[in-house]
């Protein structure tokens, strides 16, 4: 993958989308691309120590290429041996190691999720189509966005696709009250070079209004808890339609331009739709 932008660890640090990863990308040089060496003793010097839920210690291998046996395959070789392939030079690659030390509880669990679903509840699709436990976990890998309330009224504005009141009629309120954190590092990449249409796959989780009084990482170790708790529950995470779109670029202070209320009125962007659900 040719690399669009180039790296510009102040740019990553300067913008509201990605400060869940702020602490960790703090820690690379300014110079240069992390390299598969950097987000590695990055990793070994995280406390408590990242691990599959197999049980074994993460860390960051070269990507292998042509037809791999099954356990060799990305999602068994990261649960059986704690090895996640990782190609060099890669943004995409990269913002998934950045959300492993963001979200390790979680990506663990999506993970397992993965490798049961491979060798027990699809094996008929072993080698096939992915299966809706696959595909829901896998959207929500690339594509998530988790969003925090601590007021119903809020989460039911954005389940029912009210944008323009949610996000500009209440924008105090979701300033104080609700918060957006992406998970999907394929969303991570695109916020890299964000335009108008790019939406998240949300998933609602309920909190207490001192949650949004805590400092960033006392906020992910709680999401990352939650999250883990969520998906690692074997009703959860089994259809699309659990996850809300969210457009991005109408969350207040993602974008200039939504400071001014028609921004709100591009219905080709604000769009009308299903209803979601909320995490419970």
């Known amino acids: 993958m040719k690399l669009t932008p180039e790296w510009d660890k ?3 640090l300067s913008e509201a989308a990605y400060a869940p ?3 960790f990308v703090d820690c690379f040089k300014e110079e240069c691309f992390p390299t598969l060496q950097d987000q590695n003793a990055l990793l070994a010097a995280q406390q408590p120590t990242i691990t599959t839920l197999s049980g074994h210690v993460l860390r960051f291998v070269p990507q292998e290429y042509g037809k791999l046996p099954f356990e060799a395959q990305y999602e068994p070789r990261c649960y059986l041996k704690g090895e996640v392939p990782t190609r060099e030079n ?6 998934n190691a950045l959300i492993w030390f963001v979200f390790p509880k979680a990506k663990a669990a999506i993970n397992q999720r993965h490798y049961l679903a491979l060798t027990t509840e699809d094996k008929a699709t072993l080698h096939s ?3 809706t436990v696959r595909d829901t976990n896998t959207l929500f890998d690339e594509s ?3 969003v925090v309330y601590a007021d119903d009224e809020l989460a039911a504005l954005l389940r029912n696709f009210q944008w323009k009141e949610l996000f500009w009629q209440r924008r105090a309120q979701v300033q104080s009250s609700m918060g957006f954190y992406l998970f999907g590092h394929g969303l991570y990449e695109k916020a890299l070079t964000p335009y108008v249409g790019m939406t998240g796959q949300g998933l609602l989780l309920p909190v207490a209004q001192e949650f949004f009084s805590w400092s960033m990482p006392q906020r992910m170790a709680h999401l990352d808890s939650m999250l883990a708790q969520y998906l690692n ?3 959860h995470c089994r259809s699309t339609r659990e996850l809300t779109p969210v457009p991005l670029l109408g969350i207040p202070g993602w974008a200039a ?8 009125d591009n219905t080709h962007y604000f769009r009308s739709g299903r209803h979601g ?3 419970k």
């Open 144 to 146: 998530g966005v988790v």
């Open 277 to 279: 659900h909320s995490a």
């Open 257 to 264: 331009e939504n400071e001014h209320a028609a921004y709100y």
């Open 129 to 131: 189509q992915r299966g």
């Open 90 to 95: 890669n943004w995409h690659d990269l913002l």
């Open 10 to 12: 102040q740019r990553l």
């Open 21 to 23: 990863l702020h602490p």
């Open 233 to 235: 529950a074997p009703e």
